[in-house]
């Protein structure tokens, strides 16, 4: 995957709505067919953080947890504590990190706002070097959001994990910016209900970031796939196209329970 973003130029406006659109639709549909799940699983992440066992660990249960719906599957809360026992020591040096870098920045933003420790013929860039900070803030944020699910989903180490996410990032800064708005406003709606914390802080977080991250990686595998046939000589295209049918039927087909509209709520019987 890595190659094919390095060779990969920003994302369009376009593409970004685009991946918005199927990003909503997996969150939606997930959240939908699979609420009793997230609600019970939800419920014990909450009281289970609250016996001072560390959060990090129950996130990356709850992504592991969620990832199975990704892979067609059912979840089972046994899926919930292999997640926590392959992931936790990971998930909580990845947390580590991420509190360490947006520390030091918010430590050089203070700094830098400070007037009584910035001369007066510095301060302009003195608030540039500020806010060049707070934007490097933002890019950690919507790393960690790739980061977390890669971790979980892949299953590779903490270095190859957090290139993969920041190569992400790079290509899609609208995309990764838009659904990390939609985390803070996720996170928000918990803060002001309060119920939310026991009923759908972690569910409704963990469907969007392995939503996020499953279309972005559906994007790069149909990307590959186009650049692997375009690199076959012209006499083998065609004895490999009914391969490279299937492979795009595969792909396809796994996303075809998203394909469902809103009607399928109020009158699921007709469906």
Not at 26 to 44: E, P, S, V
Not at 91 to 117: D, K, R, W
Not at 223 to 234: F, S
Not at 257 to 264: D, H, Q
Request: one cysteine or more.
């Amino acid at each position: 995957m890595d190659e094919v973003l390095l060779r990969a130029s920003p994302g369009t406006s376009g593409e970004a709505k685009a991946l918005l659109s199927r990003t909503f639709a997996k969150f939606w549909w997930d959240t939908y067919d699979f609420l009793g799940h997230f609600l019970l699983a939800n419920i014990l992440s909450f009281f289970t953080s609250l016996l001072v066992i560390p959060i990090p660990g129950i996130w990356a249960a709850f992504l592991y947890f969620a990832s199975q719906i990704t892979d067609e599957r059912e979840p089972e809360f046994i899926d919930f504590w292999i997640g926590f026992k392959r992931y936790f020591l990971r998930s909580a040096l990845l947390t580590l990190i991420g509190v360490l870098v947006i520390g030091v920045l918010v430590v050089n933003i203070l700094f830098y706002m400070n007037s009584a420790l910035v001369p007066a013929s510095l301060r302009i860039p003195a608030a540039i070097a500020a806010g060049l900070c707070f934007w490097a803030i933002i890019f950690v944020l919507m790393v960690l959001v790739y980061a977390y699910p890669i971790m979980v989903t892949q299953n590779v180490g903490l270095r190859q994990t957090l290139k993969s996410a920041a190569l992400i990032v790079l290509d899609n800064p609208l995309y990764s910016f838009v659904v990390l708005i939609m985390l803070a406003g996720i996170l928000a709606l918990a803060l002001l209900t309060y119920v939310g914390f026991v009923v759908f802080l972690y569910a409704l977080s963990a469907t969007m970031v392995n939503s996020a991250l499953d279309n972005v990686m559906k994007k790069y595998a149909d990307r590959q796939a186009a650049q692997q046939a375009q690199e076959q000589p012209q006499e083998q295209r065609r004895l490999t196209s009914w391969i490279q049918i299937k492979d795009k039927e595969e792909r396809e087909k796994k996303h075809d329970r998203y394909k469902r509209t809103i009607r399928e709520i109020f009158k699921p019987w007709e469906y």
